[in-house]
């Protein structure tokens, strides 16, 4: 296999698979994504501490967005966010670069998938606060109504929360009829409580204080979806692992069009979002009403349509051998 060959393989074996990408991610984010973590690969650098340099790029980020025109005479408060936006762009792409990395050197784990997962809520978090601080010194209404875009920004984290929750959750569940277990990272909550009750809080204190949360996590996945928690138990009941190969494809049929609105609940359209907002509306606040409006709809029609097929084929399951 020549060089180039080589290269275009290990790129695309880098990726989770190409019906759960997104387009920009693979136009932008993948390829960057990928030369950084081959630098790591060499340097000996291991997915979790990208992951960690991720929170703080993204947390400066957050920093850089509250400036504006009131903040500091000598401040220009434009290039301060420009640079809010290298700095999440350069975040998102150890984001993906730490999951490029686990897949190319098989250094998957739980604790990995939970510090990847809490890194854009410690962005998002600074990204929110420097909104409520910035819209509270400019924005006419919030100067006299402080305690109002700090209100919103709590209900717009919950929502967001959800949001990514969901998305990834129905990402997970296509990958696992795609690629199987090995190929998902689909969780069992009571698994994880068996897990969980296993450990001691003296011997194990950090990893079952972590996997209380990442529990409680999947907790709530699963209570909204109870169709497919249905599928999921008819499925083990019926077929145990060995699940046949004619229901996987056209489960996966029926997905694989859902994709793109996980892919929209996602980082990218948020960002996209986020800076039309902050450069060229200079009204930061309206990123929360994106959130609330067009994302919560998405999410809303997204959980419906899944329910839906999971329905479907709990009523035809006895036509699949």
């Known amino acids: 296999m020549s060089a180039k060959n080589e290269k275009k393989s290990g790129f695309k074996d880098s990726l989770k698979s190409m019906d759960t990408e997104e387009t920009f991610d693979l136009i932008f984010y993948r390829p960057i994504g990928y030369m950084w973590a081959l630098l790591a690969k060499k340097l000996g650098i291991t997915p979790n501490a990208i992951t960690i340099a991720s929170i703080f790029l993204g947390v400066g980020a957050g920093v850089c967005f509250f400036f504006n025109e009131n903040a500091s005479p000598w401040i220009n408060y434009f290039w301060w966010n420009i640079i809010g936006v290298f700095l999440l762009v350069w975040a998102d792409s150890?984001?993906?670069?730490?999951?490029?990395?686990?897949?190319?050197t098989k250094q998957y784990s739980r604790i990995g998938r939970i510090l990847d997962g809490l890194s854009g809520d410690f962005w998002f978090a600074a990204i929110y606060v420097g909104i409520c601080l910035r819209e509270n010194m400019t924005g006419e209404f919030f100067v006299a109504h402080h305690w109002v875009i700090w209100v919103v920004a709590v209900v717009t984290g919950i929502c967001h929360g959800v949001q990514a929750a969901m998305g990834d959750y129905y990402r997970q569940f296509h990958l696992y009829f795609l690629k199987g277990e090995d190929g998902s990272e689909l969780e069992r909550a009571d698994l994880l409580w068996e897990k969980f009750h296993s450990l001691s809080w003296t011997k194990n204190f950090w990893q079952k204080l972590t996997l209380a949360f990442y529990t409680n996590y999947t907790v709530g996945q699963e209570k909204r979806t109870p169709q497919m928690q249905k599928l999921r138990g008819l499925l083990r009941e019926k077929y145990g692992n060995s699940i046949p190969q004619s229901f996987r494809?056209?489960?996966?049929?029926k997905s694989k069009p859902l994709m793109k609105y996980t892919n929209i609940l996602s980082f990218n359209t948020r960002t996209f979002a986020l800076f039309a907002a902050i450069?060229?509306?200079?009204m930061p606040w309206l990123y929360f009403a994106f959130e609330l409006t067009v994302l919560n709809g998405v999410l809303i029609y997204m959980v419906w349509k899944h329910e839906r097929i999971c329905k479907s084929f709990c009523v035809s399951l006895d036509n699949y051998k």
Request: proline share 0%; charged share 30%; aromatic share 16%.
């Open 94 to 104: 150890f984001d993906s670069a730490d999951g490029q990395l686990a897949r190319m």
């Open 249 to 253: 494809d056209a489960f996966r049929a």
């Open 279 to 282: 450069l060229i509306f200079r």
